[in-house]
């Protein structure tokens, strides 16, 4: 049977209906029947294995993500434009609304005369930043990522940079990509201890999960140590996801020749592509949210 032929890489024994093998975890080559023949292996295989490992990560890390970060506005489910103050952040339910349906939630408020809700889920609007506040840690308090990347955001912002790394480290196990992309900031400028390797670890958790800036920031460490083509499909996918920083690093890499004319026209589709999608004549009508929460560090 295929369960036969799957064997322990150490001794051999095959895989039967009593004797079940686990994978290798980081390269998904080979089989162990048992953590002392994994062990036993160890020798024979980590080369193998880092290899594989490496090539595991790199197809994750270079492949499209299907949106941004931002990912869609939950009322009218349009992608979020990559601009913060095209959107907004509610505090009471980490909910972030494209300005269109803010901006049409709110006439209808003031022409019902209506007291202000939050455009989503119809809870009372804050009365100022206190508030929020309350309502950001009453989330944070339920594991919201969104809410406790905030927090994080506040004492950041407040030069706390050792209660931010606490706030930021658990929102990014929830898996928040902002809060990755923070991470590497605090290990970039040495806000709690500089470390390249961690800074690079969260840039590449927060590209992976559609985070523009920290894919184009991957670009230049790339163009850097002279990955060059690597460089260029970290810039290709940020302008896919409609990265005006990337576009116009590619432009100019077009101009000097290291970019074909083909490669920078696909980029400009695929970043045009991506700006028409978070576009519709309500947002187009509704002016910019000057107090938008800032949802990414430039």
Sequence with gaps: TEAADI??????IAELDDIKLKTCDACDLVHYCSDECQQEHRPQHELRCKERAAELRDEILLRQPKSSFMGDCPICFLPLPL???KSSMQSCCSKVVCKGCSYADYQRQLEERLGRVCPFCRHLAPK???EAHRNNMKRAEANDPIAIRCIGAKHYSAGDYDTAFEYW???AELGDAVAHFGLSLLYEKGDVEKDKKKEIYHLEKAAIAGHHL????LGLYERKNEGFERAVKH????ANLGSDEAIGVLKQCYIMGKVTKEDFATALRGHQAAVD???SLQREAAPEIATAREVYWE
């Design 7 to 12: 064997c322990c890489a150490s001794c051999g």
């Design 83 to 85: 601009d913060p103050k």
């Design 128 to 130: 100022g930043e206190e």
């Design 169 to 171: 480290t658990k929102a």
């Design 214 to 217: 920290a894919r184009f920031k």
């Design 235 to 238: 810039w290709i996918i940020a």
């Design 277 to 279: 999608a978070t576009k």
